[in-house]
């Protein structure tokens, strides 16, 4: 299992991009959270197969329709505590 902790900016607030990384997680059968951060990026730990986490990364790029994606900071990290995909409130 890889884990994958990601700093998405851009237009990427107030553009359903939560709810849109929630449901491609869930669809693709990973694990973690999402959430807003007070700076106005998303943050997200996604935890899976490889060729999962390789595909929602390359989704997260395009992002919903409204979003506009400047730029993914990733990193690994340990995987989340429990399954299911989250999302958390604002930090």
Do not use: K
Request: charged share 25%; net charge positive.
């Amino acid at each position: 299992m890889q884990a994958r902790r990601l700093r998405i900016t851009g237009r990427v607030q107030g553009v359903g991009y939560r709810d849109w990384l929630v449901r491609e997680a869930t669809r693709l059968g990973l694990s973690g959270w999402v959430r807003n951060r007070r700076d106005g990026s998303v943050e997200a730990v996604v935890a899976g197969g490889e060729p999962a986490v390789q595909a929602l990364l390359s989704a997260c790029r395009r992002g919903p329709a409204l979003a506009r994606v400047d730029a993914i900071e990733e990193g690994f990290c340990d995987p989340p505590g429990e399954p299911g995909f989250h999302r958390l409130p604002t930090a």
